[in-house]
T-cell receptor, first 113, second 113 residues
Framework: DSGVTQTPKHLITATGQRVTLRCSPRSGDLSVYWYQQSLDQGLQFLIQYYNGEERAKGNILERFSAQQFPDLHSELNLSSLELGDSALYFC????????????FGPGTRLTVT | GENVEQHPSTLSVQEGDSAVIKCTYSDSASNYFPWYKQELGKGPQLIIDIRSNVGEKKDQRIAVTLNKTAKHFSLHITETQPEDSAVYFCAASMKGTGNQFYFGTGTSLTVIP
């Protein structure tokens, strides 16, 4: 158990809908990262937050957005969902001062029908 | 951006034999190289990492080697056991880019009892 929690574990929704995925980092970790894992694209970095501020952006679609709250939990919002958005979404966290090691949560499996 | 290639995509070994997985990276500025193990239905788990100022690191049955000149790094698992069966991912990262990870495409390792 990495100490990173994600909810929900599974999510099934229809095209065009909007969903919110939630992540709680390990105790003491200030950075949160979001990744998407799909069969054809592998593990891809989406976005990073550090202590409430956006720090880096990867291959994140404009339909997707994220935020990190004062209690350091983070939410990833996916809107106007398409079939191709079906994937595993992982959150990872790391500590201040040891920015390298990232610890992953168990993921949220999103299925868009 | 960084491009990480990983080989082989699948690997089968007999229990007790060694397994080697290789990765290459493209950006010489990359300075941190973690390896993750992902079991079915779980998030990636950090198993070992190496920084660019070190050529080799060992932790019990697993070791990682780094050749900065050739821009490649490898994971070595000795005395493999059935519980080593999983998908292994390499990644590369550099400071100054928000510490985002660029992942390889994964190696599915099967250890045959």
């Amino acid at each position: 158990d990495s100490g990173v929690t994600q909810t929900p574990k599974h999510l099934i929704t229809a095209t065009g809908q909007r969903v919110t995925l939630r992540c709680s980092p390990r105790s003491g970790d200030l950075s949160v990262y979001w990744y998407q894992q799909s069969l054809d694209q592998g593990l891809q970095f989406l976005i990073q937050y550090y202590n409430g501020e956006e720090r880096a952006k990867g291959n994140i679609l404009e339909r997707f957005s994220a935020q990190q709250f004062p209690d350091l939990h983070s939410e990833l919002n996916l809107s106007s969902l398409e079939l191709g958005d079906s994937a595993l979404y992982f959150c990872a966290s790391s500590k201040l001062g040891t920015l390298y090691e990232q610890y992953f949560g168990p993921g949220t499996r999103l299925t868009v029908t | 951006g960084e491009n990480v290639e990983q080989h082989p995509s699948t690997l089968s070994v007999q229990e007790g034999d060694s397994a080697v997985i290789k990765c290459t990276y493209s950006d010489s500025a990359s300075n941190y190289f973690p390896w993750y193990k992902q079991e079915l239905g779980k998030g990636p788990q950090l198993i070992i990492d190496i920084r660019s100022n070190v050529g080799e690191k060992k932790d019990q049955r697993i070791a990682v080697t780094l050749n900065k000149t050739a821009k490649h790094f490898s994971l070595h698992i000795t005395e493999t056991q059935p519980e080593d069966s999983a998908v292994y991912f390499c990644a590369a990262s550099m400071k100054g880019t928000g510490n985002q990870f660029y992942f390889g495409t994964g190696t599915s390792l099967t250890v045959i009892p």
